[in-house]
């Protein structure tokens, strides 16, 4: 059972206090897409520029990455600029250009509307729901979203809510959203008005699951050297949903698992600029991290 | 093997978003005391004033709390005010009046030189290596500290984490100490120059215990409501030690299981203002609640 993204495929310039990349692969749908492709099969359903460069097109192709749904418009490829100080929990943009992003109305290729797994990484609410009525009999969905269009358009994005299974949220947004200071007064308010389920992302500090009847809480895996904190979001959305793509059932027990596997890829994912470390990693040394987290928070 | 504490005893008056309490039992040993009593006899060593409430007195002897190394000396108690806003990470201190505890000399009763387990809350480093020069044969030694000393008599505290197995500080004071930002090498430089293990208490995030050859990571118990969170981190260090001086070897097995105890002691503490919750608190209940997180833990 494959895999449905629909999202950003962007050209990042990112500068960190441990160096600078220019012109790098980002985008939210290329961070799942390739920490998902550890997992399954994943198609994209994005948009990018005529300048979208060809060994980026070749690097999705190398990893069984679907590419029918991302579509080469006129124009240039979505591009964003930041950097990070010490507190690499905030991202500061210098631009965000749209580009061909602008008038991104997604399309799901015929043969990918059966898709049985779906995420809907951060675009506006009213085209994830787009997206949705094109899909038919997904088995899962989950969502992520951003303090724009949370605060922007809050009424397309509670719609969309109803046919979410995972919402995904960082802390900042769960309190934005809520308008609870509390993390679980938060949750409890996100489960009662429309997905099964909240992930709340704190970053370095973990993960809190919430659904209506029980909760789970994940520490972060330690890192000593963090480079680049871009796409550990969309990294550990990859991990989760690649897991539960494979798992027999999508119950609370996978979901934990597969919060810890995508935990664990974020955790690799920050290790280096862009998608680099993704590129460098094996399944091995994946399976070896797990099993490692396990080990040093078993009590 | 009962429990050594050296520390304060004060009285405290504290606001919070939630409410305000005035002339209420705190201090260091008390909270440690109270919150170790519930797995073993503790003694305190400290100072108070002749101003300090009968009740209290009681209070402690009717827990199983020595107070013969309680010194009363004239003049007046300890005292502290400070106020917490919905941040309740950081404590805002209005004064903070030493009062007797200006010319606090721990000294330690004869008949308890050869406690087992010894906790030195935060106080002058001078005076918590003094404490471990009159007791013989410990079996295990914690330390607390805070901002102050490690500015300011750092030389004092150096000498004294020889002597240490376990250092406890949260994750402002480790990195303050260390001069690095990331807690993993924080905690590294630290075991270098010291201490066993340190213990970095990271608030509502939870705990990173870290020796020369492990480490272990643990959310925190997740709480919708934070009445006060004075005292937490003396709390926890309560549940810890007295976990461990019930075990029957400080291996890091045990010193885990003791962490989770004293997060779960340190959430009921939270749950009101000074001591109350403590007191009203049943060793079944923190049994429930331990393994009600070991529930919300696992996967």
């Known amino acids: 059972m494959s895999i449905l993204v629909v999202g950003s495929v962007a050209i990042d310039s990112v500068k960190t206090p441990f160096g600078e990349r220019k012109e790098a692969l980002g ?15 994943v198609d994209i359903v994005a ?14 192709k190398n990893r069984g990455i679907g590419t029918a ?20 929990n905030t991202a500061h943009t210098v631009y965000t250009h749209l580009n061909v992003f602008k008038y991104f109305k997604p399309e799901v290729p015929l043969k990918l509307r059966r898709s049985k797994n779906v995420f809907l990484a951060n675009i506006d609410p009213e085209l994830q729901y787009n997206v949705l009525k094109q899909v038919v009999g997904a088995r899962l969905v989950a969502c992520d979203s951003m303090n724009y269009w949370l605060e922007h358009k809050r009424k397309a994005f509670e719609r969309l809510l109803d046919k979410v299974d995972i919402l995904l949220l960082n802390d900042a947004e769960a309190r934005q959203f809520s308008g609870e200071s509390n993390l679980v007064s938060a949750a409890r308010f996100i489960v009662s008005i429309g997905p099964k389920a909240v992930i709340i992302k704190k970053g370095e500090h973990g993960v ?35 897991y539960l793509s494979k798992a027999s059932r999508i119950d609370e027990n996978n979901i934990r698992k597969g919060i810890i596997y995508g935990s664990i890829l974020a955790s690799f994912a920050v290790e280096d600029f862009s998608v680099n470390r993704l590129l460098n990693l094996s399944m091995g040394e994946i399976r070896a991290r797990y099993d490692h987290f ?4 078993k009590f």
């Open 208 to 242: 809190i699951y919430f659904s209506k009847n029980s909760h789970f809480i994940a520490p972060a895996y330690l890192l000593e050297s963090i480079y680049d904190p871009t796409g550990a979001g969309d990294t550990f959305a990859g991990g989760l949903m690649g």
């Open 294 to 297: 396990r080990s040093i928070t």
């Open 27 to 41: 985008g939210s749908a290329t961070f799942f897409s390739i920490a998902a492709s550890f997992f399954n099969k």
């Open 47 to 60: 948009t990018v520029g005529e300048d979208f460069p060809k060994k980026y097109m070749t690097l999705f």
């Open 69 to 88: 749904g991302l579509h080469t418009a006129k124009g240039k490829t979505f591009r964003w600029k930041g950097w990070y100080d010490y507190d690499l």
